[in-house]
């Protein structure tokens, strides 16, 4: 899972925490030493552990509770808030995609043209990639993929020359984005270097983006610094989020470079990118899953009002069985689950040998509802209250009475977990030490 080593490392300090009513500067001193263990550990560059658990210990001290702390500055170094694309003011806007071999780049083209599409924008992918003529045909094959209009010069032409052809091109075509793709080596050399700033001095870009693996950890932070420093970027693109990366490169790429992660890649189907949520990732981080890309996945699937019902009802503790069954189902037709019950609290650690389970509880769970009065569906304390009404619905759904005292504990322990995460999210603090 996603962090979970990191999660599991902050999960003890807070543990070492439970009791003490304020935090004094003896109290404190384990509970940060396993923060920094856990962040070196996730492969957080040094320098920026070493601000980070001075930055918590220097507000801790006095204050009741760590955890929030945790959070804000986790927020912060994540470069606070979302940053967003630029887009040119007239013509079309010009997005460089550098990076090394592997990393995801060409994915990252058809992806976020993908991506652009959905905001109702048209774009163009040029394929830039001379030294690989196998680069070329799976730009081709991505582009018809998420049908975007792909521009090939073949791999006798000079990239530089690709680009001035390609954006004339897009020009003529009234192509709102272009999408350069470039050439990745194993490992940076000057001629990678000069070729990127040729096509960057003939495009003149609005963003410059250097796609980056999660799974290098730190050494993404240190590629984008010298990417940066070198032919000058916007930011970054960070890719295999949804492996089992620790998390360093998230944490480390805004402290150590300067320059903000804009999108990840958290797949590899053409769906999977997404804005870069500092505030999401430390709750996730933390361990409190994230409902609100969960709600937006269900967005994608649902009624519009449905959607925005279901958020309501979240945010006002009043999430029933009939709420449930439109989440569930929703759940199930986003496809990936791995991922989509990673976002929802509690369900974190789930891992992929236990995906086919989950489908099968799924189905369990929608068995039970289905055979539940409307009045019980709307308020799920008449089941909880009544034995009765429970064994009721085991005979009539054909399972046990226990399976069914499951199910409602579940929902309400969701009602208390989405109510505490929305605190969370709409800026409160935490009430209480984390046990
Ligand atoms: P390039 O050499 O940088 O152009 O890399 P590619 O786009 O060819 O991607 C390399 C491999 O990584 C391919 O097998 C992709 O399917 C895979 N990949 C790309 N992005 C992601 C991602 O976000 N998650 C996962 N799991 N795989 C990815």
Do not use: H
Not at 121 to 140: C, F, N
């Amino acid at each position: 899972e996603m962090f979970g080593q990191l999660t599991s490392g902050l999960e003890s300090a807070w543990s070492k925490l439970k009791g003490e009513e304020v935090l004094t500067k003896e109290n404190i001193a384990e509970p940060m030493r396993d923060i920094r263990r856990a962040l070196l550990e996730a492969d957080v560059s040094l320098p920026v552990v070493r601000r980070f658990v001075q930055a918590v210990s220097d507000q801790a001290v006095g204050v009741g509770v760590i955890r929030g702390i945790v959070n804000d500055e986790l927020v912060k170094l994540m470069g606070g808030e979302v940053s967003e694309l630029t887009f040119a003011k007239s013509g079309p806007t010009v997005i460089l995609l550098a990076g090394l071999q592997g990393v995801g780049k060409t994915t990252v083209c058809a992806k976020l043209a993908n991506y652009l599409k959905k905001q109702g924008k048209t774009s163009m992918l040029v394929a830039g990639d001379v030294y690989r003529p196998a680069a070329i045909d799976q730009l081709v094959i991505l582009g018809e993929q998420v049908k975007v209009p792909v521009y090939t010069a073949g791999t006798d032409t000079k990239p530089s020359e690709i680009a001035r052809q390609g954006l004339a091109e897009a020009k003529k075509k009234n192509i709102d984005v272009v999408i350069m793709d470039t050439a990745g080596r194993l490992q940076i050399d000057k001629g990678m270097m000069d070729e990127l700033k040729e096509v960057k001095r003939v495009l003149n870009p609005t963003e410059v983006l250097l796609v980056v693996d999660a799974m290098t950890g730190q050494e993404a932070a240190a590629l984008v610094t010298t990417f940066n420093v070198e032919i000058g970027i916007t930011g970054a693109i960070l890719t295999k989020l949804d492996g089992d990366s620790r998390g360093g490169a998230a944490l480390s790429v805004k402290e150590v470079s300067g320059k903000p992660i804009k999108l990840v890649g958290r797949g590899e189907r053409m769906e999977d990118l997404e804005p870069f949520y500092p505030d999401r990732m430390a709750g996730r981080i933390l361990g409190m899953g994230d409902v609100l890309s969960f709600v937006e996945k269900a967005q994608e699937v649902m009624k519009q009002e449905d959607a925005e019902d279901l958020q309501k009802k979240i945010m006002s503790a009043k999430f029933d069985f009939n709420d449930f069954l439109k989440q569930t189902r929703a759940v199930a037709r986003m496809g990936s689950m791995t991922r989509v019950l990673g976002m929802i609290p509690g369900m974190g650690k789930v891992t992929p040998a236990q995906i086919r389970e989950a489908e099968k509880s799924l189905k369990i769970m929608e068995a039970m509802i289905e055979v539940m009065t409307p009045e019980e569906k709307e308020k799920p304390e008449l089941l909880a209250e009544s034995s009765t009404r429970r064994k009721r619905v085991a005979q009539e759904s054909g399972k046990t009475e226990q399976q069914v005292s499951q199910l409602v504990a579940q929902l309400f322990q969701m009602r208390v977990r989405m109510k505490n995460l929305m605190g969370v999210m709409e800026g409160g603090s935490i009430p209480a030490l984390n046990n």
